[in-house]
């Protein structure tokens, strides 16, 4: 005998199934509501982030231009002038990097203590200074004999024969140091901190960078060098004791006017950072000229 189901139990187990299945997109809607709005939210606090590091780059590199340009440079050894503010106290100018604040990296580099690329008779100091990142001897000199004949210098040292054809025209940017064949990237960076592409005949060996001391130098003399400048104790006439040089024409123990600058901010999540060599003139009608 077949038993009659009243038709309102079937209507009760499909209205079930739909709030059921209502519910479940309910809750996935919600779920993408949220999820959507907590991503907003962190790109919203992210873009404040690179915003905010942004204006404190901005704000620290014109403290530094203000500093550099009203306060005096030169200083013996430790001696800081009574005017010294927060980034006085703590610059040098031989590109070691420091921090006047937390999550603020400065670096400045006298032009002066760096190698000019763009000077004839640098070959055998870069050749040492190739030496120095891990470049053989033998690579060292292809690559300076190249580099020579592209810019249209006379090199007598060797040199392949499938080498570039000489553009008789210097480097306009250091970046193009890079297409010299034999450089990796990290021997670049390295190479960076000491090399520069503006023409430069002056030599100031307070500021030199420490890998171009190591290539200048004796490795014991140059380990002294370093340790007496990073104890504030080197001097033009230590230097001259130490290194026992004759030949000063081309010498200055005074920093110069033109400097490698690199400031680097981190704020949240976010870094901003810039890096150009700029020209610092106090007396003259166009105090700061920025060359590269």
């Known amino acids: ?57 901005m704000q620290w590199q014109n403290e530094l231009f203000y500093a550099l340009l009203t306060q005096p440079i030169f200083s013996e050894g430790n001696h800081k002038p009574p005017t010294a503010n927060i980034l006085t106290k703590h610059w040098n100018f031989y590109g070691k990097t420091f921090s006047p604040a937390d999550n603020v990296q400065i670096r400045i580099q006298d032009i002066y203590g760096m190698l000019s690329l763009a000077t004839p008779g640098m070959q055998t100091e870069l050749s040492n200074l190739l030496q120095q990142v891990a470049i053989s001897g033998t690579d060292a000199q292809r690559i300076v004999a190249n580099l020579q004949h592209w810019q249209g210098f006379n090199s007598n040292t060797y040199q392949l024969s499938h080498a570039k054809a000489g553009r008789d025209m210097l480097m306009q940017n250091l970046s193009e140091f890079k297409q010299v064949s034999g450089i990796t990237e990290l021997q670049f960076s390295q190479l960076a901190e000491a090399v520069v ?42 230097y001259i004791a130490l290194t026992g040089i004759e030949d000063y024409e081309s010498l200055s123990f005074v920093p110069g006017q033109r400097f490698l600058i690199e400031v680097k901010v981190a704020y949240g999540e976010s870094v901003a950072k810039s890096r150009f060599i700029c020209y610092i003139r106090p007396e003259n009608q166009f105090p700061l000229i920025w060359l590269d």
């Open 1 to 57: 005998m077949t038993t009659f189901k009243p038709p309102f139990v079937y209507v009760s187990g499909v209205a079930l199934v739909q709030v059921l299945f209502i519910t479940s997109i309910l809750s996935l809607m919600a779920l993408h509501f949220t999820l959507t709005s907590r991503a907003q939210v962190n790109i919203a606090s992210t873009l404040q982030d690179k915003i905010t590091a942004e204006l404190m780059l």
């Open 197 to 238: 592409a503006l023409p430069n005949s002056t030599l100031n060996p307070l500021t030199a960078p420490d890998i171009r001391l190591k290539a200048m130098l004796a490795p014991d003399v140059a380990s002294k060098v370093i340790q007496l400048r990073e104890q504030g104790q080197l001097d033009a006439a230590t």
